[in-house]
Every structure is written in C-alpha cells, then in structure tokens.
C-alpha cells in the first residue's frame, strides 16, 4: 500500500493534515486533525472495508429466437450461481441476455418480451436473488401495452429493487424499442447506491456524470457491444467500449461494472472486452477477451467511491465542477442531486 501526504497546515487556525492511501480501490484521500503535541507521528487510519462487495460480471453468449429464450435464462442463471458459489455480492448480466440481440422483426421482439416486474424472467431472477442474498442486474426485452423497451432490472434480497429504460438506442433497436422513458434512476440498497446504464449509453458522458451526480457508487453496465467497421481492437485487445468504460470511471470517480456479451446471433458479432472499472478508471484485474465465455471478479468498498472524487488539496471533481457557466444537473429535472 503507497501512501502520501498532501498537505501539512492550517485551515481556519486547527492544524490539519491530508493523507491519500493507494490501495485495489485506487486513490483514498483522508483529513485528520492533527494533534497539539507535534512529536507525535502521524499515521494514516487502517482500511476498514465500510461495505465489502464482491463484484463479478458475466459474458457469455445468448441466442435469440423463442427457442433459446429458456437456455438463454438457464445459463445466465447457471454463471450466477457460479458466481455466488465464488462468493459475489453483486452480478452483473448482458443486455438482453434473456432474449438474445438479432430479432427477426417486431413480431419476434414482442413474442420475447415480457412485462416488469412480474413476468416470468424477472420473477426467476428475484427468487435467485432472495434465495442467494445477493444483488443481480439484467438485461431483457419489455413490453408495456404495446411499447417495448429495452430495460435492466436489478433484484436483490429484498426483491425487485427497480429497471432503467434503455435512453440511446443503437442501429435495429429503435424499430423493436421505444427510447427510455425513466431518467437514470439510482437506487439505494443496503450495500450503497447503484446506477445502470447499457450499451450505446457511454458513448454519452452525460449519462454516468448524471448517475454520479445522484450519488452512484457503482454503475453497472448492461452491454451488446457489437462489431463496427475496423480497427476494433487495440495491441492490448481492448475495444473502444473498454476505454470508453474506463474514462467514465475515472472522470466521474465510480465503479463501473460492465458486462458484454460474445458470440454470433444471426450475423451480428460481439466484442467481449468485459470490465471491472476502479474509480481511478482502471480496470480491477483483467479485461476480458473478445471469444470467452467468462466470469471476472473484483472485491471492492463499494461506498469508497465517496470519498474518492478527492485529489489532492486543490482539486476534486465536485467542487471544480463550473455551476457558474452550466447547470449543475445539465438541465436533467427527473431525479435530485445527492452530494457524496
């Protein structure tokens, strides 16, 4: 473990001193008083761990077609308890990983979809989440009425905990779905405050700066990262979409779980690249190749991204934000801000 002082002074006349700890999590800065008697070495706090969570995200491969909608949910759930016998806290699932990506027309998107939360998917995952203690996200196709949209569920112990409605939709999605409708919501859980986005969503840095600024600890991502024109991958064999993830850990200082999908679904192909984003933007192990099956682990203090926005003794990304010169929420009205 690195750790640093920053700064060694007075503020308002009460001696302070700014410790920063590097530790898996990256960067922890501290103020500590410090004490009248001078001699006395300074220390930095242990780590104590606030709310552990092992954090793990699934890749693996769908198919679309009523035919595979069964298999799709049975093996999203078999990785699950792979993951939970690994002793995760937190899973994350692809988009749509329940229906598969290619559908065939809107009579096919609709035959897969199914309302939230009470259709039979969102039920099987709840009672995995309740009878596991854990918490899961997930991606499939809703209906409501005749509008179908492209959502995320996230259960946990406690049961449906909330969805997000699926705000930029990428190429063949706006003919089945309708855009989101929801905002981005973050929900509060007992292990700390989660976002989701997916997909396409990241290539909008408003859209984890707004889940930020409601306080998300982590934003789980829900992906169908698919092939473009070349080049798709770096000498590392990371895609665009990994750095796009990393850039909007570190910029808006927060996890992000994110978890894609591989394989070929009727012509169309998928990246991988799968990710555990520390909140200094760096992936926690490694990122995921572009052909696996794969589960990646990552143990994190989940509500540490709160203190993490601290720099050094002149800069953090709250209070250098310019409220002056642009809204401070980017004239987003659906939920508050929630200072972390």
């Given at each position: 473990m690195k750790k640093e002082i920053l700064f060694d002074g007075?503020?308002?006349?009460?001696?302070?001193?700014?410790?920063?700890?590097?530790?898996?999590?990256?960067?922890?800065?501290?103020?500590?008083?410090?004490?009248?008697?001078k001699n006395t070495p300074m220390n930095p706090p242990a780590c104590h761990a606030i709310s552990p969570v092992r954090v793990a995200v699934i890749q693996f491969d769908p198919q679309c077609g009523i035919d595979n909608h069964a298999r799709n949910v049975a093996q999203g759930l078999a990785f699950a308890e792979r993951a939970v016998a690994e002793g995760a806290t937190l899973i994350v699932l692809p988009e749509l990983c329940s229906t598969g990506y290619a559908y065939r027309g809107r009579a096919e998107a609709y035959a897969l979809a199914e309302p939230v939360p009470e259709g039979p998917t969102v039920q099987l995952w709840e009672a995995f989440a309740t009878k596991h203690g854990v918490?899961?996200?997930?991606?499939?196709?809703?209906?409501?009425?005749?509008?179908?949209?492209?959502?995320?569920?996230?259960?946990?112990?406690?049961?449906?905990?909330g969805k997000y409605r699926k705000a930029h939709l990428w190429n063949a999605e706006k003919?089945?779905?309708?855009?989101?409708?929801?905002?981005?919501?973050?929900?509060?859980?007992?292990?700390?405050?989660?976002?989701?986005?997916?997909?396409?969503?990241?290539?909008?840095?408003?859209?984890?700066?707004l889940l930020a600024l409601q306080g998300a600890?982590?934003?789980?991502?829900?992906?169908?990262?698919?092939?473009?024109?070349?080049?798709?991958?770096?000498?590392?064999?990371?895609?665009?979409?990994?750095?796009?993830?990393?850039?909007?850990?570190?910029?808006?200082?927060v996890f992000i779980a994110a978890a894609n999908r591989v394989g070929c679904d009727r012509g169309d192909r998928f990246l991988g690249c799968s990710l555990i984003a520390?909140?200094?933007?760096?992936?926690?192990?490694?990122?995921?190749?572009?052909?696996?099956?794969?589960?990646?682990?990552?143990?994190?203090?989940?509500?540490?991204?709160?203190?993490?926005?601290?720099?050094?003794?002149?800069?953090?990304?709250p209070r250098d934000r310019r409220g002056d010169l642009y809204d401070a929420m980017l004239g987003y009205r659906n939920h508050p801000m929630m200072p972390r």
């Open positions: 007075d503020f308002s006349h009460k001696a302070f001193r700014i410790w920063r700890v590097l530790n898996s999590n990256g960067w922890v800065s501290n103020v500590h008083p410090i004490h009248s008697n918490y899961l996200a997930a991606g499939l196709a809703e209906r409501e009425g005749t509008r179908l949209y492209d959502t995320a569920v996230l259960v946990g112990p406690e049961g449906y905990v003919l089945w779905f309708c855009p989101g409708d929801l905002g981005f919501p973050v929900f509060e859980t007992p292990i700390g405050r989660i976002g989701l986005m997916i997909c396409w969503d990241v290539w909008f840095p408003e859209v984890p700066r600890d982590i934003i789980c991502s829900l992906n169908n990262w698919v092939w473009t024109p070349p080049p798709l991958f770096d000498e590392a064999g990371r895609c665009m979409a990994s750095y796009l993830t990393m850039t909007a850990a570190h910029t808006n200082n520390g909140t200094n933007g760096w992936p926690l192990g490694r990122v995921a190749g572009a052909e696996e099956d794969v589960i990646l682990y990552a143990d994190i203090d989940l509500v540490s991204a709160r203190s993490a926005p601290i720099w050094n003794s002149l800069n953090d990304l």
